[in-house]
């Protein structure tokens, strides 16, 4: 399994970026998707997750309302869509595969396939 992540960028606080994750190869299935995100010196912490069949849909409680997360068949794509952003979003982006269920899909050890991470910067 491949992910490739892409979209990251710099921009200023309140504007938004897309970073998207795509699988090549294969449909993404019956996996669970998600984003995670690091910042230096962090852990590796939660920010969304989705089931490609449907009837998953988590987020972080410091990104509800601000970040969507979304998936495009016909793209074999998931993109998660940042508003609003702020300096503390600041981070590597990466997107993982698994078969994460409601209480697991925060935690990273429910992924077993992650894509290299898409850098964002959100200056003040």
């Known amino acids: 399994v491949q992910l490739q992540a892409s979209g990251g960028g710099l921009v200023q606080a309140g504007a938004s970026l897309r970073v998207s994750c795509v699988r090549s190869?294969?449909?993404?299935?019956?996996?669970?998707i998600a984003w995670f995100r690091q910042a230096p010196g962090k852990e590796r912490t939660f920010v969304a997750a989705?089931?490609?069949?449907?009837?998953?849909?988590m987020y972080a409680d410091s990104v509800k309302g601000r970040f969507t997360i979304s998936r495009d068949y016909a793209k074999n794509t998931v993109s998660l869509q940042m508003n609003s952003l702020k300096p503390e979003d600041t981070a590597v982006y990466y997107c993982a595969t698994g078969h994460a269920i409601t209480s697991t899909a925060m935690r990273p050890q429910a992924y077993d396939s992650w894509g290299q991470g898409t850098q964002v910067t959100v200056s003040s």
């Open positions: 190869g294969r449909t993404f299935s019956s996996y669970t």
């Open positions: 989705i089931r490609w069949s449907g009837g998953l849909i």
